[in-house]
């Protein structure tokens, strides 16, 4: 009985205890102040990735709701970037104002409420920036009516160059055609014709490698009866076209971009955005048509004349693009789908299945024969 009464007196005194200590708690969270805070992480990251325009979010809250609207009024502040450095142990510099736009900074808490409308940076001008450096643009909260608590004040928009491509397939063994939606029109009846691609080639070692095109028709390949199995050669139905200078290398990635104008009947070969050879006469002078089951990309007769290599950024344009416009800063790795005269747009950026889907609004997604073997890469490399 004595040992039982004195474990009760125990649980009793502990059971008043716990009384004792939740009053105190609850006592703390009637006293704790209110204060409104960004609920965002504070650093944000955004890639450039070619794009020219982006944006940021900044959300508002607080922790209990008030009997009063709360009016929380944001501003871009290049005081922090150093603070973001001490804190960060970084080397960023301020973002240029004419790259970010805050239209409305008030973010409004309503009453009985405890979240506010987002706050949102627009970021413009971005391909101006330069790509090696780290820029930061601090957003914090510059006037409100309620306390702020101080470790939540700011937002931190960190911008860095990254890579344009992150991956590629190759097309060794493979081959890829038109599938059979999207506007074949497209691809048909160009007088002017721009293609390009981004290659990087494992291996010769056979009579013709293929990029793309039509066989006995209008066709860029690599290689043929008598000439260097690297050497690029536009193939047609009149006759073929090449010089000694349309030369690739191994293991390099290459950007190749073939012009072909009909009235003058006149090509021009770019490689890495230097034109090889001048311009060379051409027996054909009819328009090209690759819009039908004939186009493949890395096929032409017979499957042994695939390209051992990666590939990429396959586009079709329908008119001449200028030494200036193929030379532009970041072309050979992206370039905007609604740009003018882009008629087909193929990133090879799936990362995954068989199709490739065609960028433009045209929608003439290839396929492969079969699975495509996807390799993780960062282009431009650093």
């Known amino acids: 009985m004595k040992k039982n009464r004195s474990y009760s007196l125990r649980l009793s005194f502990v059971f008043a205890l716990c009384c004792l200590i939740g009053a105190g708690c609850q006592k ?12 965002n992480e504070t650093v944000e990251t955004l890639l450039l990735k070619g794009d020219d325009t ?26 922090l970037v150093d603070q973001y450095n001490r804190m960060f142990n970084d080397k960023a510099v301020a973002l240029p104002e004419a790259c970010y736009e805050i239209e409305q900074p008030k973010s409004t808490i309503a009453i009985g409420g405890v979240k506010g409308n987002d706050v949102i940076v627009h970021f413009k001008e971005l391909s101006t920036l330069n790509r090696d450096l780290l820029y930061v643009l601090p957003v914090t909260i510059s006037s409100t ?19 344009l491509i992150n991956v590629v397939a190759n097309i060794k063994n493979n081959k890829l055609s038109l599938s059979s939606s999207g506007s074949k029109d497209a691809l048909n009846n160009l ?20 990029i793309m095109g039509i066989e006995g028709r209008f066709l860029i390949r690599i290689g043929d009866a008598g000439l260097p199995d690297n050497q690029i050669q536009l193939a047609t139905s009149s006759g073929n076209v090449t010089d000694p200078s349309w030369t690739v290398n191994t293991n390099e990635w290459t950007h190749v971009a073939l012009t072909f104008d ?4 006149s090509v021009e070969l770019y490689i890495n955005g230097v034109k090889k050879g001048g311009s060379q006469p051409s027996p054909y002078s009819g328009t090209v048509n690759w819009g039908n089951s004939s186009f493949w990309i890395g096929y032409s007769y017979e499957d042994g004349r695939f390209l051992d290599g990666d590939i990429c950024e ?16 970041n072309h050979f790795y992206t370039v905007s789908p609604e740009a003018e005269g882009l008629v087909a747009y ?5 990362g995954a299945g068989i199709v490739v889907k065609d960028h433009t609004n045209n929608g ?8 495509l073997t996807w390799k993780a890469i960062e282009l431009p490399a650093k």
């Open 28 to 39: 703390d969270m009637e006293n704790f102040d209110n204060k409104v805070f960004i609920s």
């Open 54 to 79: 982006g944006r940021g979010i900044i959300q508002t809250a607080i922790a209990q709701r008030e009997q009063t609207n709360i009016e929380v009024v944001y501003k871009a502040d290049l005081s």
């Open 145 to 163: 009516n309620l306390d702020v608590l101080s470790s939540a004040r700011t937002r931190y928009f960190v911008i860095k160059g990254a890579a």
């Open 191 to 210: 007088s002017t014709i721009t293609a390009e691609a981004l290659i990087r080639v494992d291996k010769f070692g056979k009579l013709i490698s293929t």
């Open 262 to 265: 009909s009235s003058n009947r």
């Open 314 to 329: 396959c586009r079709v344009w329908n008119r001449i693009l200028t030494q200036e416009e193929i030379q532009a800063k």
């Open 346 to 350: 193929w990133k090879f950026d799936e």
């Open 364 to 371: 003439n997604n290839i396929a492969s024969s079969k699975p």
